[in-house]
């Protein structure tokens, strides 16, 4: 399971939990404008909007993960099983595999409304990035730095795009089943709960608290829809970076998942791999990983984003412990 979120404080931050019980040796990924994009069906771009994000690099192409470019535009691909498809190439259609998706979007649009334009023409074909790399069933969030936001599901009726009102995503069922569910949880509060059961029944309050009691806590999908958007409603914001990112990651962390409680196989769990988050108004990146909590740092305007080639950092697994004596 994975979940993102747009959180927006004041600047606005963009990323995700990615869980799962394998990794793939994914990178932060530094594309610069002049890095030429080869797409299976479309004209190759060799001058773009530069992006940073989690990739795969893979002969030097950068599958992402999920990314954000220099206008402040991000994108984050979601396991969607059972319900993504993709389809053959159309004439008349610009032809994108989905492999190439936030690449396309993220070299083009500077903001929703560009990547609106730009998604009212796509198709997303089927083509696999290679025999031992098949096409993953993902859907999509797209956020710009307006705190904007939109999802992009191809299911067997064709492609839906709609605009996202609380900013965020997670896996099945589809989008507009989890924004429905958040009905049963429209009690859920911080304040303490008034009591509406009955006048002839004393409730003292026993514990702080109360009032998210009904909070879901699985790890499954739906669940962690409505934590996630509850505590980002909820989160408390500053004036100071260092405090937004703090908060944004307690935001994320709430949803990520410990290693022993999501069985996926005999011996595999799936846990949270990496947290990411994209300050979208300076393009300063922030991850922590699930072993080292610490919030690490890539700021892609210290890189050289005219350059061709793709820069690349290691991420940063190994925690610290700060012994006090
Ligand atoms: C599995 C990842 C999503 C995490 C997630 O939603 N997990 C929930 C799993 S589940 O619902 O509980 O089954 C997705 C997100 C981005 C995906 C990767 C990116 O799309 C980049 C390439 C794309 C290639 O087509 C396949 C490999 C791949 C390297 C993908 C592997 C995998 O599908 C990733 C890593």
């Not at 990178?27 to 069906?41: A, G, H």
């Not at 190439?89 to 993220?106: C, M």
């Not at 896996?171 to 009690?187: E, G, M, S």
């Not at 958007?229 to 970076?241: G, Q, R, V, Y």
Request: glycine letters at 6%; aromatic letters at 12%.
């Amino acid at each position: 399971m994975c979940t993102s979120i747009i959180f927006s404080p004041r600047d606005h931050y963009f990323g995700r939990n990615l869980d799962l019980e394998v990794t793939f040796g994914q990178q932060v990924v530094i594309t610069p404008r002049d890095y030429v994009f080869k797409f299976r069906d479309m004209p190759k771009i060799d001058h773009h909007y530069a992006m940073v994000g989690i990739a795969l690099n893979a002969d030097s192409y950068p599958l992402y993960f999920d990314a954000a470019n220099e206008k402040g535009l991000g994108m984050v691909g979601l396991n969607y099983p059972d319900n993504a498809i993709y389809y053959d190439v159309k004439e008349g259609k610009d032809n994108i595999a989905s492999f190439e998706f936030i690449p396309w979007i993220l070299g083009q649009a500077a903001t929703v409304a560009e990547a609106k334009k730009l998604l009212s023409t796509i198709n997303i074909t089927k083509k696999n990035f290679s025999d031992k790399m098949q096409a993953s069933p993902l859907h999509w969030i797209i956020a710009d730095k307006t705190g904007v936001s939109i999802v992009v599901e191809t299911d067997a009726d064709g492609m839906h795009v709609y605009d996202n009102p609380v900013g965020c995503l997670t896996n099945n069922p589809q989008f507009p089943k989890q924004l429905f569910n958040l009905n049963n949880y429209a009690d859920v509060s911080a304040a303490m709960p008034k009591n509406n059961f009955s006048d002839q029944v004393k409730m003292d309050g026993y514990s702080r608290g109360l009032g998210s009691r009904n909070l879901p806590g699985g790890m499954d999908s739906e669940s962690r829809f409505v934590r996630v958007a509850f505590n980002k409603f909820n989160a408390p914001t500053s004036d100071s970076e260092e405090e937004n990112v703090d908060t944004y990651f307690h935001i994320l962390h709430s949803v990520e998942q410990q290693k022993g409680l999501d069985q996926v196989g005999p011996d595999a769990f799936e846990y949270t791999i990496y947290s990411d988050g994209i300050n979208l108004d300076k393009g300063i990146f922030y991850y922590t990983t699930y072993t080292n909590k610490q919030i690490n740092v890539v700021d892609m305007n210290k890189e050289d984003l005219d350059s061709s080639d793709l820069i690349t950092y290691d991420m940063l697994t190994k925690g610290k412990f700060n012994h006090q004596n």
